[in-house]
C-alpha cells in the first residue's frame, strides 16, 4: 500500500520560511516523479513543483526563486523548502505521485498540510 505523509506546515510571517516534508512509503519516490500541490480556499488544485526520478525539477512561474524541491533516497522523503513566503502562498500543500501498472494510473495523495502566510 502506497501512502504519502506530509508534514512541516504551519503558521509563518510574510518574508518567513517553512520546509514541507512528504515521507513515502510502500514506494520507492525515488524510482518516480514527484510532486507537490496546493489548493487555497475556493481555488483549484495546482502544481507548485516536481521532481523527477534523474533529478530533475520543475517549479510555477508564481514561485520560481522562492521554493526548492529536493529528495532524500534514503529516507524515502521529498521536502519543499519555501522562503520569502507571501499572503498568496497561504494554502493546503499535498505531495502526490503517480504510477503506471500494466498501463493502468494510480495517482496517490498524501492528505496535505495547511500553510498559513499572515502577520
Known amino acids: 500500500q502506497v501512502l504519502l505523509v506530509e508534514s512541516g506546515g504551519g503558521l509563518v510571517q510574510p518574508g518567513g520560511s517553512l520546509r514541507l516534508s512528504c515521507a513515502a512509503s510502500?514506494?520507492?519516490?525515488?524510482?518516480?516523479?514527484m510532486g507537490w500541490y496546493r489548493q487555497a480556499p475556493e481555488k483549484e488544485r495546482d502544481s507548485v513543483a516536481n521532481i523527477t526520478s534523474d533529478g530533475s525539477t520543475n517549479y510555477a512561474d508564481s514561485v520560481k526563486g522562492r521554493i526548492t524541491i529536493s529528495r532524500d533516497n534514503a529516507k524515502n522523503t521529498v521536502y519543499l523548502q519555501m522562503s520569502s513566503l507571501k499572503p498568496e502562498d497561504t494554502a493546503v500543500y499535498y505531495c502526490?505521485?503517480?504510477?503506471?501498472?500494466?498501463?493502468?494510473?494510480?495517482?496517490?495523495w498524501g492528505q496535505g498540510t495547511q500553510v498559513t502566510v499572515s502577520s
Open positions: 510502500g514506494i520507492m519516490s525515488r524510482l518516480y516523479t
Open positions: 502526490r505521485t503517480r504510477r503506471i501498472i500494466y498501463g493502468k494510473v494510480y495517482d496517490y
